[in-house]
């Protein structure tokens, strides 16, 4: 196959079979599955293996990509669908199939936008059993940082709220083509069961914003710019330390402020 791969969609194709299989496993026993980025198909057709399968959703923003798909597969169980995974509503898409069962979401991801993507699913987690990302190895370990580590972050906190997440495996640039210049690893989020609702998400963002983009200062000095007197002896009585950065908060206790914030 002659296929120009666009760099600017991070088209870097997997081409390691037991390592395709191997990711593909992580959604047997599935029956929707929602492929991210499925390229020309090799981690496809792995993911049609599983026996248990009656819905595979393919996302690919790539027209070319899309025609490839088109060609290489006419198993009555893939959707096509030419879409940005940025801003799809995974709720809409399960509407539009009349599923009503929640999607496992997979893929080898585009790492430019790598990111975007996973903060809009968790956005949508409540529609998801679990993700499986093929990601940059960096972007990977920011997900599972500890507080108080450089790589613990807006993307820590964000997923540790309505998530666990775990490393399964790192995967050299030799199993790609063409390579890439980064390490990658597959990381695993599994959603909690908590529930927040969007106001609670939108409140939790301006928190994390404030607090990582001046991740050095005392959080709560900086925190009275915008909230109110009443908020901040609250969130006060919580952290227990003024002197605090939002670096040594751990998860729970960010999520421990967001429920009394409403
Ligand atoms: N899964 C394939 C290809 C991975 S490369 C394999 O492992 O071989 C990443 C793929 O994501 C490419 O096909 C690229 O076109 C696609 N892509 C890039 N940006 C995207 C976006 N915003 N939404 C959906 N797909 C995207």
Redesign the pocket.
């Known amino acids: 196959m002659i296929l120009n791969l ?1 760099k600017k ?7 390691n079979n037991s390592i ?1 299989e191997k990711i593909a496993s992580n959604a047997i026993g599935s029956s929707v599955v929602i ?10 057709e792995y993911l049609l293996k599983n026996i248990s399968l009656k819905t595979l959703i393919l ?4 027209p070319d ?1 899309v025609l490839e798909l088109k060609k290489r597969f006419s198993d009555n169980r893939i959707i096509i669908l030419n ?6 509503k995974i709720q809409n898409i399960l509407a539009t199939y009349n599923i009503a069962e929640k999607a496992f979401v997979i ?4 790492y ?2 790598g990111n ?2 996973i903060v809009n699913l968790l956005e949508q987690i409540n529609y998801i059993v679990k993700i499986v990302a ?1 990601l940059q190895k960096e972007v990977v370990q920011r997900f599972c940082a500890l507080p108080k580590t450089k790589d613990y972050g807006k993307l820590t906190v964000l997923s540790g709220l309505f998530c666990n997440a775990k490393k399964i495996m790192d995967v050299v640039p030799t199993n ?2 063409p390579p890439p210049k980064v390490m990658s690893s597959v990381l695993e989020l599994t959603p909690k069961n908590n529930i927040i609702t969007l106001e609670q998400y939108k409140n939790i963002v301006k928190f994390c914003n404030i607090g990582f983009n001046n991740r050095r200062k005392k959080l709560i000095p900086l925190l009275k710019q915008f909230y109110t007197t009443q908020e901040i002896e609250k969130i006060t009585n919580i952290i227990k330390n003024d002197n605090a950065r939002i670096e040594e908060l751990s998860v729970d206790v960010i999520s421990e402020i967001f429920l009394i914030l409403k």
Do not use: C, R, W, Y
């Open positions: 666009k969609l991070g088209q870097h194709l997997l081409n395709l492929e991210i980025g499925p390229g020309t198909g090799n981690l496809t996302i690919e923003k790539d990509m879409e940005d995974a940025t801003t799809i893929g080898n991801f585009p430019n936008v975007s993507i093929l790609f083509t």
